[in-house]
């Protein structure tokens, strides 16, 4: 079983970036699939970007493409989320989420695909 930790959230003005961390723990890291997903106050939990085990395969939900990227390190048990231009409507908490998968490239968006998540990270954007 595997344990994420997310890390790297904090209070930006709008236009600014933020990069945040999704440290694994507990399991064979390159064997899952990572995601990250944003729930905003008031509102369901969002599918935002996806990666594949070998960092080749990613997706992004069509509001944050172009602006954010995803990114692993499977040396580091690390998943990265590199967000810029960043806007208010960004604001949220930020979770990772993991599957296995093995060597499969398989991604998936859907909250229900993965089996487990970190606590989260609070983002705020300021405009």
């Known amino acids: 079983q595997v344990q994420l930790v997310e890390s790297g959230g904090g209070l930006v003005q709008a236009g600014g970036s933020l990069r945040l961390s999704c440290a694994a723990s507990?399991?064979?890291?390159?064997?899952?699939?990572l995601g990250w997903f944003r729930q905003a106050a008031g509102k369901e939990r969002e599918f935002v970007a996806n990666?594949?085990?070998?960092?080749?395969?990613?997706s992004y939900t069509a509001v944050v493409r172009g602006r954010f990227t995803s990114s692993r390190d499977n040396s580091k048990n690390t998943v990265y989320l590199q967000m810029n231009s960043l806007k208010p409507e960004d604001t949220a908490v930020y979770y990772c989420?993991?599957?296995?998968?093995?060597?499969?490239?398989?991604?998936?968006?859907?909250?229900?695909?993965?089996?487990?998540w970190g606590q989260g990270t609070q983002v705020t954007v300021s405009s």
């Open positions: 989420a993991a599957k296995e998968t093995g060597t499969s490239s398989t991604i998936f968006s859907g909250r229900r695909n993965y089996d487990f």
């Open positions: 990666i594949g085990w070998s960092d080749d395969t990613t």
């Open positions: 507990g399991g064979t890291f390159s064997r899952y699939a």
